[in-house]
């Protein structure tokens, strides 16, 4: 369990140093009124957790060791997108179509409504 833990939290920290200069680099370069940044780590964490799903699926190229290093820290820690991604796959793969919907669905629409509390909470205790 020790051994994980430290997979993964190894793995997160890079992932989170990559996620912040790969922002800084693309709102630096390409400026533009939606987050371009975060749009462009969304969609590279997918390509990358797409690419370590199907080298762990074709057996001994990607040991269980390497997919919670990458897989889990890396790509945790790069963006929680890519996750929410694959597992939607997941269920979409197993004809889940209703699951995924809700999953979809609970996700954004809970998501957007936390934040807003946050910030609700916030302002009305200060």
């Known amino acids: 369990m020790a051994r994980s833990l430290i997979l993964v939290g190894a793995g997160s920290c890079v992932g989170g140093i990559c996620r912040y200069l790969t ?34 699926a074709k057996g001994n190229l990607l040991s269980p060791e390497m997919r919670l290093l990458l897989a889990t820290g890396f790509c945790g820690g790069y963006t929680t997108f890519s996750s929410f991604a694959s597992e939607n796959i997941s269920l979409l793969q197993e004809a889940d179509f209703f699951y995924s919907g809700l999953y979809i669905l609970l996700s954004v629409v809970i998501g957007f409504a936390a934040v807003y509390l946050g910030i609700f909470v916030i302002k009305l205790i200060s």
């Open 23 to 56: 922002q800084q680099f693309v709102q630096k370069h390409y400026p533009s009124s939606i987050p371009l940044g975060t749009l462009s780590v969304n969609i590279i964490g997918c390509f990358i957790v797409g690419a370590l799903l199907a080298l762990s």
